[in-house]
C-alpha cells in the first residue's frame, strides 16, 4: 500500500498527511484527501476506501503490541476499544478523536450455543457488540464518523435507519454537543427499543412512507442539497472503526486467526470492514493467515445471497458485472418487492456497500447463506439460553454457522466467531412473542413471518396466588 498523489482537492489534507481517500474501483484509483466529505468517487461513482501511507506511520511490528495499551486507560483514546488501535486507523490525530468508551466488548466462548450448531466444545466464540454504550456494533463506526465529521466543521449528520445507526447517531450527537442527529426511518420499519432512543437523545426524527432502501435514498439527496454529513455506512470512514472488531477479536484469541467470521449481512458494512480489517493486516505482515468469511442473509432480506450464491456475482478484480445487480433491482421494482424479516436491522434490499462486500468474500474465500426467520428465532434463543441476550439479526450468525456445519462447509474442529450485532433489548418484542403463551400475540408479531412454533420456548408458568400452588410449580419445573 503507497502513497498516491492527491487529486482535485487541497494541497495537504487538514486532518492527516498519512491518510487519503481512494475510488475501490482499481480501473479507476481516484483519489481525495481525506479532509473531503464525500460518499462516492467523483468520476465513477464507485465506492470510498480510506487509505494510509504505512510507511510514514509507525505500525508495531507485531499486534500483540496493543496489549500496553491496557496500561494507558486513564487515556479516553485507549480506553476506547475502537481507538485503542489508532496506529491501525490513523485518519485523524490522536488529540482530535471522539469516544464515548466504545468497543468495550465480550468474546464469549459459548460452548451451549456450540452443542446447538455442531461444533466441538471450546470452537464456538460469541462476539458481543451489544455491550457498546448504544447497544449496538454501530458505535464503533459512529465515533470514527463523528470524529471525521467534526473535524470538517459539520454541524448537522444525517442517516437513514433500521434503529440501531440512528440511535447511534443521536448518541454522539447529544452527548459530544458537536452536531444535530437527524434521523430518516422507513413507514413501520423500527423497533420502539431502537426509536425510542432516537427520541430520548433529542434528533430530528423524520418518518417517511416507504422502507430503508427509500430512507436510504431520501438522505442522500437531501444531505447533498443541504451539505449535511451523512453518517451511513456509505461513509467510509464508518467502515474505519467497524474494522476494529476484528481486532479484538484477534486480541481476545490471544492473537489467533480463527478459521471462520459468520456475521450477519444487511448493508454489508462490517462484512466490508472485516474484510479490510484483513486485507491491511495480511499486507503489513501482521498475520500470517486470513479466516473465511460467511455472511447470512434473512430470508425475507436476501439480496447478496441472490447475486452472489444464485446469479454468480464475484468481485472480478474490482470489476463486478454491475449488469447483473442492475436486472436483480430492475425485477425487485416491477414485483414492488420489500424486504420483510423479523430481523429488522438486516431488513434491506439495496446494500450500499455491495461491491466492498464481494471484495471482502474474495480475499477470505468467503460464502453466502440465507436463514428463514424460523431459523433466526430459533438460534436467538438459544443464545439466549446460553447466557447472552441478543437482538434478532445478531441470531442470523448462529443460525449462519449452524446451516454451513449441517452442509460440511464449516467442519466440527473448526474455529469460528460468530458476530452478535446487537443488545435483546434493542427488539424486546420478538422475544416476548418467541416465547408467550398467548397464541394470538405470537400469531401477530411472528406467525405473519412464517414462523409456526417456538422450538426452544421459555414460557411464563401461570399458577393461583396460593403459596401451595407456587411451590408446586416450582418443585415441578426447575
Not at 99 to 125: I, R, S
Not at 134 to 150: E, L, P, V, Y
Not at 251 to 266: F, K, N, S, T, Y
Not at 447 to 454: D, K, N, Q
Amino acid at each position: 500500500m503507497t502513497n498516491a498523489k492527491l487529486e482535485g482537492t487541497q494541497p495537504q489534507s487538514i486532518i492527516s498527511g498519512v491518510a487519503y481517500q481512494r475510488c475501490i474501483n482499481p480501473q479507476c484509483g481516484y483519489t481525495l484527501d481525506v479532509g473531503q466529505v464525500r460518499t462516492a468517487c467523483d468520476r465513477c461513482g464507485d465506492l470510498l476506501d480510506i487509505e494510509y501511507d504505512w510507511d510514514r506511520i509507525r505500525v508495531p511490528s507485531q499486534l500483540s503490541h496493543f496489549e500496553q495499551m491496557w496500561l494507558q486507560r486513564h487515556s479516553p483514546l485507549r480506553f476506547s476499544g475502537v481507538w485503542r488501535f489508532h496506529e491501525l486507523l490513523p485518519f485523524a490525530p490522536a488529540e482530535k478523536v471522539v469516544t464515548v468508551g466504545e468497543g468495550q466488548t465480550l468474546l464469549q466462548k459459548a460452548n451451549f450455543v456450540a452443542n446447538f450448531v455442531g461444533l466441538e466444545k471450546e470452537n464456538l466464540f460469541l462476539q458481543y457488540e451489544g455491550m457498546n454504550p448504544s447497544g449496538s456494533f454501530k458505535d464503533n463506526g459512529m465515533c470514527a464518523a463523528i470524529t471525521h465529521a467534526h473535524l470538517t466543521g459539520a454541524r448537522r449528520a444525517a442517516c437513514a435507519s433500521t434503529g440501531n445507526t440512528s440511535a447511534s447517531l443521536a448518541m454522539y450527537s447529544s452527548v459530544t454537543g458537536l452536531m444535530k442527529a437527524i434521523i430518516f426511518i422507513g413507514s413501520g420499519k423500527i423497533s420502539y427499543g431502537k426509536l425510542s432512543q432516537a427520541l430520548e437523545y433529542g434528533a430530528l426524527t423524520v418518518q417517511i412512507a416507504g422502507d430503508f432502501d427509500d430512507a436510504m435514498q431520501r438522505v442522500r439527496e437531501v444531505s447533498k442539497d443541504l451539505g449535511i454529513y451523512v453518517v451511513n455506512s456509505i461513509n467510509p470512514f464508518r467502515l474505519e472503526g467497524q474494522k476494529t472488531i476484528m481486532f479484538r477479536v484477534l486480541e481476545a484469541l490471544r492473537w489467533q486467526v480463527p478459521d471462520w467470521i459468520v456475521v450477519p449481512g444487511g448493508n454489508l458494512g462490517n462484512s466490508s470492514a472485516f474484510g479490510k480489517a484483513f486485507i491491511e493486516l495480511k499486507q503489513l505482515g501482521l498475520i500470517e493467515r486470513v479466516p473465511r468469511l460467511a455472511v447470512i442473509n434473512a430470508a425475507g432480506a436476501d439480496t447478496l445471497y441472490q447475486l452472489y450464491s444464485r446469479r454468480g456475482l464475484r468481485w472480478n478484480s474490482g470489476q463486478p458485472d454491475m449488469g447483473v445487480v442492475r436486472d436483480y433491482y430492475d425485477d425487485l421494482d416491477s414485483r414492488s418487492a420489500k424486504a420483510d424479516t423479523i430481523a429488522s436491522a438486516i431488513e434491506i434490499n439495496r446494500p450500499v456497500n455491495l461491491t466492498k462486500c464481494l471484495r471482502a468474500l474474495d480475499f477470505c474465500d468467503g460464502v453466502v447463506r440465507r436463514v428463514t426467520d424460523q431459523e433466526i428465532l430459533d438460534a436467538k434463543a438459544q443464545v439466549g439460553a446460553g447466557g447472552i441476550g441478543c437482538e434478532p439479526a445478531s441470531a442470523a450468525s448462529v443460525a449462519g454457522a449452524k446451516l454451513l456445519r449441517e452442509e460440511g462447509v464449516i467442519a466440527p474442529s473448526d474455529r469460528v466467531v460468530c458476530i452478535l450485532t446487537g443488545h435483546q433489548l434493542k427488539d424486546p418484542t420478538a422475544t416476548v412473542a418467541y416465547h408467550t403463551t398467548d397464541q394470538e400475540k405470537f400469531n401477530e408479531v411472528l406467525g405473519s413471518r412464517g414462523v409456526s412454533r417456538a422450538s426452544f420456548a421459555n414460557r411464563a408458568v401461570a399458577v393461583p396466588n396460593e403459596v401451595e400452588a407456587i411451590v408446586r410449580a416450582i418443585q415441578l419445573y426447575s
